[in-house]
């Protein structure tokens, strides 16, 4: 069986890694789908145990979240928060770091594909009517969410696999994390001042106007409801089932069939998730995973400033090859063959989201900018790529050291 699980598992990350391979162009949900029904059709894994191996908190909190930001986006809340952007920026270069911070922000309790799924056009809204380039803008707005992201466990898909496998709350996470993503933030806005700040000193700030009719009691409600589902989180409560609850009390308020915000979830990528645990745990069951990490010790050991700089590399050479999440859910059981767990759950957070800034596929929310702005500007893989490159290295620079202070070498 083993040798049939590794074949498995080098099609399914062929088919992940590749996006859509010429002779089976069935794309990545479906290939990660095959690979797990594979995994059973041989007998890697029986049917139950594929059922046990789907870690069901992880679909449940990003089905939740994917409910509640069609509810957000439906209340207008993205607008108003783009038109307050807007009537308090005073220059162009303003305007940008008020748009990033905005994304990054938002991406840590929202999803950070959601966030640039919604804040894409009205981004671009904002650069055409300042008469700004629109380029700085979709870069800061990629690059901001995903740094964003990696500030809590619901920021994006694989912090929310990491909070269920690493046993973190909500707000211990948050705290070893946020200072990392700060120092990011921080650097990542000073690059945006370095590439574009002289682009962006000419530029006429007009004041906006929300582009369609504001529901003001339910956008007041569905706002309430947002902080009480962040509160929940903090107070220690399950996230899936907190974001649950806040989704069914806008439900029941509207009082209307949900149908059109259910056909908002984004089906496929809850098949690509459950599809991977399975394949995983299917790889897992050999141990050549297990024996490789352990052998991976020397080298990628946490107690050494030479280890952490080799697993900080392989980690984002690994998630811009076969994805992110993958990439989360091969290494995180094996973190304690490397050092600190504590230390370890959080770096491997880090790095993978921030690797992500790397190229313009490097990410799905990098994907997602340059697709949604497509009609209106092309966001060229090189134009990204300068500023990609040298923002993930510095944000690396700057966070890898400030995780280890926070989680202590041995914490």
Known sequence: MTAAAIAIFALTYALIAARELKTLPIGRPAGALLGAV???????????????????????????????????????????????VMRICRSGWGLLVATSVMAAVLS????????????TPLVLMVASRAD???????????TSANIGSAATLVGNPQNMIIGYMSGY????????????????????????????????????????AVRKPLRRRYLALTTLVMAGVAIAFFAGFDMGYATLAGVLVLM????????????????????????????????DRTGLVERAWLSAEPFFGFG??????????????GSNLVSNVPMTLLTGPYLGALGSERLGWVLLSYVATIAGNLTLVGSVANIIVAERAASQYRLGYMEYLKFGVVSTIVSLAVGVPAIVLTCGWSA
Do not use: Q
Not at 54 to 83: C, P, Q, R
Not at 265 to 270: A, G, M, Q, R
């Open 108 to 119: 840590a309790f929202l999803v950070n594909d959601t966030v640039c799924l919604f804040l």
């Open 304 to 317: 050494s400033v030479g280890g952490l700089a080799s697993f900080t590399a392989f980690v984002t050479a």
């Open 132 to 142: 700004l380039p629109p380029g700085p803008f979709l870069i800061g707005l990629a």
């Open 38 to 84: 594979l995994m059973v059709a041989v007998g890697v894994l029986s049917p139950a145990e594929s059922f046990a191996a789907i870690n069901a908190g992880t679909i449940v909190l990003l089905f939740g979240m994917m409910l509640l930001t069609a509810y957000v986006e439906d209340a207008g809340f993205f607008e108003v928060v783009s038109s307050i």
């Open 169 to 208: 709350s909500f707000a211990d996470f948050a705290m070893r994390a946020a200072p990392a993503v700060l120092l990011a933030l921080g650097a990542n806005l000073l690059l945006l001042r370095i590439y574009y700040g002289r682009k962006l000193a000419r530029g006429r700030l007009l004041r906006p």
């Open 252 to 283: 029941v308020a509207e009082r209307r069939n949900p149908s059109d915000i259910f056909a908002r979830v984004d089906w496929t990528l809850l098949v690509f998730f459950a599809s991977l645990f399975v394949v995983v745990a299917g790889v």
